[in-house]
């Protein structure tokens, strides 16, 4: 086991950021906090990256304790924060060469870790360029090899992709499957439902400090979302008229959001028709598959985005 | 809060690492963290050389106008205990003083500011083994590594001007490396309590005035003898005679008075330095 919490909590004053949870990160796996802002995720992650120490509770991380040892873990990490901590006055290549040395690593060891590392972001071309003209997604990209020059046991991500266009998106989560693949352990928090179907073995979803349910993406969709859901647009004068009226309709439950109504069933095209027989028109209507984001809208009423 | 940040400042007394080879392998691996952040700084530095090169360049300046220039309609004025001296050879000294103070302080204060808010470099390097007291301990060891450099040249200067008289001068360098620690370590410990940039008139508010009353540019006796109280009192000041005593030859005791005063305001700098940096980056 590579990280035991018992009723973790962190508390700043008077607000509660993490209220008691517990959970166990084994070797290999990864593992996503999934909640909306403000949630407790990036509190936690901090706790594990022994850089806030726990109001109370216990963690063990490696074994170790993070308040006592937190120089040990913390050399047997690896970090990508929410936020771009590059060193702006160095070069892409100075920042793993820079950064391998304040993990006391020998320089030989570090360069050979830097060609390899680069290569694996696809940011070789770029060695010797200044950190700060690069876009988000090269950032983001620089920091992942960055988070790896001491070979770390755990990494951990905040927010991995927050604030990348799609397609950045996709090249960073296609670079952290691969380290997956690798067997390299990952913690990661996410307002992305897509990013934690994609990557996590496990998950909980997150709200006002706690744990609102835990389990494989596939379970939480089965245990908390109908197969189908039906997603209907009305006109925004018939919208409410229209919530008011399907809200006894033989669904398993019905969404009424601000722009959209969402019915969770068994067959969508087949509620789509009975929806017609009473009557009501959408403007458009989608009939899709349950996802992380009905989830998660069923345990809080919240959209993840909101 | 305050007693785990206490946890994580450095090997002092309170803190024995855990006995056994891990604890020693732990030791080796992390003690040498103030290191590296010089070496990222010499790194860095190699991108702003002429930045770095600037600091030179300034007492310089301050020497030609006021020393040669100004000091041509200036004559002689009383060096230590008294004895006459040209005034170009009493002014150099202190402005090595203030161009060591001048430049620790600008090192520990905008410097460390930009890094601590906005470049973030103290956030990222706390991702690392490197504890915050490390941190406090490289960011001022750069500083007077920086320091020494400028200290060398002016000195060479002095030498090649004919303003030193006194092998005693080569305790110079050393001297104003010590300025430098007692104000990189203060400077530092203040810009850790500082939100804005406006704070940073303060900075200037308390060098400002150290600058140009500290017996820099003319001797003490030109002040009454409250006034004169109150001048002995301040760091500069100190530094400042250090400096002129050792340059002009003429060291006595004091000097170790002098040189105690100035390293435990750089030592007390430092401590409270550690401690405020956990504190406000381990939350």
Known sequence: ?306 | MSSAASRMLPPTGRMLPPAGRLGRLRRAGTDAGSLRLIERHARAYRHAWLVFASGVFEPLLYLLSLGLGLGVLIGKVPGPGGRLVPYREFVAPGLLAVSSMNGAMYDSTFNVFFRLKYAKLYDAILATPIRPAQLALGEIGWALIRGAIYAVAFTLVMLALGLVHSPWAVLAVPGAVLIGFAFAAVGMAGTTYMKSWQDFDYVILASMPLFLFSATFYPLSVYPRPLQVIIECTPLYQGVVLLRDLVLGAPGPGLLWRAAYLAALGLAGLLVTGRRLARLLLV
Not at chain 1, 33 to 44: D, I, V
Not at chain 1, 143 to 168: F, K, V
Not at chain 1, 174 to 182: E, G, H, M
Not at chain 1, 265 to 279: F, H, I, K, N, Q
């Open chain 1, 1 to 306: 086991m590579l990280v035991r919490a018992r009723g973790l909590t962190k508390r700043f004053e008077d607000f509660t950021a993490v209220a008691g949870i517990d959970f166990d990160l084994y070797r290999g796996e990864a593992f996503g906090f999934l909640g909306p802002n403000g949630a407790g995720k990036s509190s936690t992650m901090r706790m594990i990256g022994c850089v806030s120490p726990p109001t109370s509770g216990e963690l063990a991380i490696l074994g170790l304790d993070p308040v006592r040892d937190g120089s040990a873990i913390r050399a047997r990490l690896g970090v990508v924060p929410q936020e771009d901590t590059l060193d702006v006055e160095l070069t892409v290549r100075e920042n793993l060469l820079v950064y391998g040395r304040y993990f006391g690593l020998p320089r030989k060891v570090i360069r050979e870790r830097t060609a390899a590392l680069l290569d694996f972001v696809q940011l070789a071309d770029r060695a010797a360029d200044k950190v700060d003209p690069l876009s988000g997604g090269l950032k983001r990209r620089l920091t992942i090899a960055r988070s790896l020059i001491n070979e770390p046991e755990i990494l951990i991500l905040d927010e991995p992709t927050t604030g990348l266009d799609p397609q950045a998106r996709h090249v960073v989560w296609d670079r952290l499957f691969r380290l997956k693949q690798r067997g390299v352990t990952l913690i990661l928090t996410t307002h992305y439902m897509d990013e934690a179907e994609q990557l996590c073995d496990r998950l909980v979803v997150m709200d006002h400090g706690r744990f609102a349910a835990e389990g494989s993406p596939r379970d939480l969709i089965a245990r908390y979302c109908s197969p189908e859901v039906l997603e209907l647009r009305f006109d925004p004068e018939l919208h409410e008229q229209a919530g008011d009226k399907l809200k006894d309709f033989p669904a398993e439950r019905a969404e009424l959001l601000a722009d959209r109504i969402l019915l969770y069933v068994t067959d969508g095209d087949e509620a789509l028709a009975a929806v017609r027989e009473t009557g009501l028109e959408p403007l458009t209507s989608l009939v899709r598959r349950g996802t992380l984001e009905d989830v998660f809208l069923h345990l809080t009423g919240r959209r993840l985005e909101d």
